[in-house]
């Protein structure tokens, strides 16, 4: 492998489109160019035809009903639908939502929103390894609340919340819960009706697919469930999201939903080894940390903190061969600390130490070999510039100073 590659380690951000993907897209640009809503010609008949296809598809891979697919152009519009689209047409039986404060911005940024709209959110902590106290849980549900959001698996340090416990509290409580699986969807297992899950966001890119297309899962029964649209004009989507579908994209979707089905298993377990080879050869740099739990996770992800390495710093030393990031990709403009790792309770100084590894389908070995390589000489040359770290390990006690 040539040294000066550009190693690609941020598959949580976004992840390449497969070429058997772009295959399978490429016709609806050119050949096939009809709107799916066009039911006078053959080129809108062969548009419906083929988002049915990929409707299918996508529900199989999550084991739902086809029906219960609403498209939308990515997770956040999804979570926006299923938040506002929940409060607005449940708010007369309640208007109190539950979710956490490590969840992604897309979910806590709505809520703000839903809070400005007289509704009222309880944002749970998670603990030290960023999994949701579920007797908290429990206790925050009242008789006002009709929702509870949780992520399915966390975009910055893979953590997978127990979701069939969740979800066995929700049923109890007779309250809706509703899950951003944006990282968890063709990475792992996810079976929204099998743990109890209502209403689900997940997107294409995240799963090898195209930018620009999304979609909800809500139930159509047990319960049958029904959200305000949030973008009117046509009744497209069941009356739930209006709007001219994306064919391509939709059909792009649908092809990665079928290849991640396939494959996850053996992508899985590869990429797992990949990760705790990258990790066991990085915690053996002193005062490194791996943020986050360590058995409920997701197999592709490892969140780092280097102690005493400005982590944005680090990432400055080899920013032209690892492309990778120091929190999520939406807040990646922000100097501020991750909020996903201030709620875990490290504190500023090691949340702004910490970087996110993210492996995907393309990594290879030399590759991560590489990557350790370069991390090591990174984390050497920023301690070696640090005052901090020399008194370190002189022995001073720089935590009570």
């Known amino acids: 492998m040539k040294k000066n590659k550009l190693i690609y380690l941020d598959y949580n951000a976004t992840t390449p489109t497969d070429p058997r993907v772009v295959d399978k897209m490429l016709p609806y640009f050119y050949e096939i160019p009809g709107n799916a809503a066009s039911r006078s010609h053959p080129f809108g008949w062969q548009a419906e035809e083929a988002v049915k296809i990929a409707r299918q598809q996508i529900a199989d891979l999550i084991q739902v009903e086809p029906k219960e697919i609403v498209?939308?152009?990515?997770?956040?519009?999804?979570?926006?639908?299923?938040?506002?689209?929940?409060?607005?047409?449940?708010?007369?039986?309640?208007?109190?939502?539950?979710?956490?404060?490590?969840?992604?911005?897309?979910?806590?940024?709505?809520?703000?929103?839903i809070e400005k709209s007289g509704g009222e959110v309880t944002y749970l902590d998670v603990d030290e390894k960023g999994l949701v106290n579920l007797r908290e849980l429990e206790n925050a549900i009242t008789k006002k609340t009709i929702l509870v959001s949780i992520m399915w698996a966390n975009n910055e340090i893979g953590v997978i919340q127990p979701m069939k416990e969740i979800g066995e509290i929700c049923k109890r409580k007779g309250v809706l819960l509703m899950s951003d699986a944006t990282q968890a969807v063709g990475k792992i297992i996810v079976d929204p009706k099998e743990v109890g899950v209502h209403l689900m966001a997940f997107t294409a890119h995240k799963m090898y697919g195209p930018k620009g297309v999304g979609a909800l899962y809500v139930s159509s029964k047990n319960p049958r469930v029904k959200v305000t649209e949030q973008i009117s004009g046509g009744g497209h989507e069941r009356n739930m999201r209006s709007g001219t579908l994306n064919v391509p994209g939709i059909v792009g979707f649908g092809a990665a939903a079928e290849l991640a089905k396939s494959e996850y298993?053996?992508?899985?377990?590869?990429?797992?080894?990949?990760?705790?080879?990258?990790?066991?050869?990085?915690?053996?740099?002193?005062?490194?940390?791996?943020?986050?739990?360590?058995?409920?996770?997701?197999?592709?992800?490892?969140?780092?903190?280097?102690?005493?390495?400005?982590?944005?710093?680090?990432?400055?030393?080899?920013?032209?061969?690892?492309?990778?990031?120091?929190?999520?990709?939406?807040?990646?403009?922000s100097i501020d600390p991750s909020h996903v790792l201030i709620a875990l309770g490290i504190g500023e100084n090691m949340a702004h130490s910490s970087i996110r590894f993210s492996l995907g389908r393309f990594t290879t070995e030399d590759e991560i070999d590489r990557a350790i390589e370069l991390v090591r000489t990174g984390v050497a040359k920023m301690r070696e510039k640090n005052p901090i770290w020399e008194m370190f390990k002189d022995g001073i006690d720089i935590d009570n100073l």
Do not use: W
Not at 80 to 87: D, E, P, S, T, V
Not at 89 to 95: F, I
Not at 276 to 282: N, P, Q, V
Not at 287 to 311: M, W
């Open 265 to 333: 298993n053996k992508e899985a377990q590869r990429l797992s080894l990949l990760r705790d080879k990258l990790e066991s050869e990085l915690l053996k740099i002193e005062e490194t940390y791996i943020n986050g739990d360590t058995q409920y996770r997701l197999p592709h992800v490892s969140n780092l903190a280097f102690k005493y390495v400005e982590g944005e710093g680090l990432m400055s030393t080899f920013n032209q061969s690892i492309a990778l990031a120091s929190g999520s990709a939406c807040t990646s403009a």
């Open 71 to 113: 498209f939308t152009s990515g997770a956040t519009e999804s979570d926006n639908l299923a938040l506002k689209g929940i409060f607005e047409m449940y708010y007369r039986s309640g208007n109190h939502i539950v979710t956490l404060k490590s969840e992604h911005k897309a979910v806590l940024d709505t809520c703000e929103k």
